[in-house]
């Protein structure tokens, strides 16, 4: 028999575990949660199968994600797995695939139910574990267990139709209609527990950080030899993987001049223009928690004033905007004050100081200043985004600011003009009586920002 600690090994994308503190623990602190709060049972369904088709190249060449509200509850990172909770007696069943060698031989070790074996059990500390063609069987006596009560949990989403949630939730909830039974949404109770992050998390969180700012500092004295986004976006890449524990946070944005205007850019393969800013969005995941950072700096080392201008005002607004944040209020309740700041400055600072004018590129604001950062580098409800949530001490947010649109003005007796796109962001981490800016030390001012390309 191997060794838990040999298992983690040989598991080590499968099962999502750290080697700083007790993940199964973790784990079964937030299945315990739901049981605790739940007065019926419960499902949540991993993702039901591996990207892409069957053909084992294409399952090599596809990264798998994992169901985050599935990986929360269980750290399984693998297709095909259910877990079902069930309060009256106080248990939790683990469905897994039956173990099969031949695939194992192509696409490397699953977790899988196999007759007299207890690695998946020891592995993922759920002692109950069965092959997935038990889970009808097993939701058709819960469904008799709780007639009485007259309905059962899942996560899925009114906002959010087609998904994976959703599928299931369609076909179970006629599955149980035939016992009478109706299916809720538990995503209210989950996100209750998933948005504070306890201090594991945190830590990891921390983690990220200081590896996306030793990652960018690296970058910095190298961008000005650099021909075309697509250098760049390799070399920040490799930094920031390098430096954790092997992952990206999310496909880093690398956008020369007016490219910067579009918000999701992906194309990251156009040349780069020295006169013009550079728009970065990147970040690191270490264990499932993740830096999500936005930067903007000049190609030439520089800041022309212009550039420098529009900057600072969007540095400005974020400073005004923190002011707001601190536990007893939502992100929806707070969300305007960078816009209606940066609109102000944009008349003080541009039209009237510099006889300038602009064309912004939308209404009013062009995306929201903050989301939560968990799980998922966009936390909270889909749909929603948990927008309404009170901030609570360990909820951790984004804080980006932007300005995209047509620029002109004139500094010192000359004539500037630009399409730019400028995004600076924070990560902050709600406290008792404020927050903790997590991402400080990632350089932002202008100044730094300048040094440090001069190398």
């Known amino acids: 028999m191997q060794t838990l600690k040999n298992l983690k090994k040989v598991y080590s994308q499968v099962f999502i575990s750290s080697p700083d503190y007790d993940s199964r623990a973790i784990y079964a602190r937030r299945r315990q949660f739901m049981l605790k709060n739940l007065d019926s049972f419960c499902i949540f369904a991993g993702m039901p199968r591996d990207p892409g088709s069957e053909e084992a190249f294409t399952e090599t060449w596809t990264r798998f994600v994992q169901e985050p509200s599935f990986l929360y509850l269980t750290g399984i990172n693998q297709a095909g797995c259910y877990l079902v909770l069930d309060p009256k007696s106080k248990s939790e069943t683990l469905f897994v695939p039956r173990k099969d060698p031949f695939k194992e031989f192509w696409v490397g070790k699953r977790l899988g139910y196999l007759e007299k074996d207890s690695d998946v059990a020891r592995l993922t500390g759920i ?36 998904d994976h949630n959703d599928r299931f939730y369609r076909k179970y909830g006629r599955f149980m209609s035939r016992f009478s039974m109706k299916l809720r949404s538990v995503a209210e109770l989950h996100w209750k527990d998933r948005l504070v992050l306890g201090p594991e998390r945190i830590a990891d969180a921390r983690e990220a950080q200081m590896a ?91 800041f022309d004033p212009l550039q420098a201008m529009l900057y600072q005002i969007v540095l400005d607004s974020a400073r005004e905007y923190q002011k707001a944040v601190r ?21 003080t600072r541009l ?34 985004r948990s927008l309404d949530s009170v901030l609570e001490p360990g909820m951790l947010i984004s804080c980006e600011p932007g300005l995209y649109g047509e620029f002109e003005a004139t500094i010192g007796g000359k004539r500037y003009r630009e399409k730019i796109g400028i995004r600076i962001e924070d990560d902050l981490l709600i406290t008792k009586n404020g927050f903790e800016n997590i991402s400080t030390a990632i350089p932002r001012e202008i100044k730094e920002i300048e040094k440090l390309m001069k190398g």
């Open 127 to 162: 002692r109950d574990v069965r092959p997935v063609e038990e889970f009808d069987a097993v939701l058709e006596k819960l469904c008799k267990k709780y007639a009485k009560t007259g309905f059962a949990y899942a996560l899925y989403f009114d906002t959010l139709q087609g």
């Open 212 to 302: 996306t700012d030793a990652a960018f500092r690296a970058v910095l004295p190298k961008v000005k030899n650099m021909q075309n986004e697509r250098e760049l976006y390799l070399t920040l890449n490799y930094e920031m993987q390098m430096r954790s524990d092997g992952d990206l946070a999310f496909p880093t944005i690398c956008a020369g001049g007016a490219n910067a205007c579009c918000l999701h850019y992906v194309k990251n393969d156009e040349q780069i223009n020295k006169g013009e800013l550079i728009l970065l969005d990147f970040g690191v995941r270490y264990d499932t928690l993740h830096s999500d950072i936005s930067r903007t700096i000049p190609a030439s080392g520089r």
């Open 327 to 347: 536990p007893g209020v939502s992100l929806r309740e707070i969300g305007g004050i960078p816009w209606e700041y940066i609109m102000r400055e944009l008349d």
């Open 351 to 384: 039209v009237k100081g510099a006889r300038g004018k602009f064309k912004l590129l939308y209404d009013k604001r062009p995306h929201g200043v903050s989301h939560f950062i968990g799980e998922q580098i966009h936390e909270g409800a889909p749909g929603s």
